[in-house]
C-alpha cells in the first residue's frame, strides 16, 4: 500500500490528523444537539509527517495494519 496523499484528480486528500470538531446547539426543546466533523485536506510538505512525497503517519499506521494482520 502507498501512503501518498495525492488522489488520482491531482488533488490533497482528506487527512485523518486535520480534524474539526463543531457543535450546534438545539434551537428547539426535544431536538438534540448536533455535532459535525470535517476533514482538513492533507496539506502536503508544509505537514510536519509529510516527507519526500508520502505522508509518514499514514505510511506508520498502515505498516501497523500489515504487521498486526489486520
Same mark, same amino acid.
Given at each position: 500500500? =502507498? ?5 488520482? &484528480? $491531482? ?5 485523518? %490528523?486535520? !480534524?474539526?470538531?463543531?457543535? %450546534? ?7 438534540? &444537539? ?14 510536519? $509527517?509529510?516527507?519526500? $512525497? ?12 500489515? !504487521? =498486526? $494482520?489486520?
Amino acid at each position: 500500500m =502507498n501512503a501518498v496523499c495525492i488522489n488520482k &484528480d $491531482g488533488s490533497f486528500k482528506a487527512c485523518s %490528523y486535520r !480534524v474539526i470538531t463543531e457543535e %450546534y446547539k438545539a434551537v428547539t426543546v426535544g431536538t438534540g &444537539d448536533t455535532v459535525v466533523q470535517e476533514f482538513y485536506p492533507c496539506i502536503g510538505e508544509k505537514c510536519a $509527517g509529510y516527507h519526500m $512525497g508520502t505522508c509518514l503517519r499514514l505510511h506508520e499506521a498502515l505498516h501497523s495494519c500489515e !504487521v =498486526n $494482520g489486520a
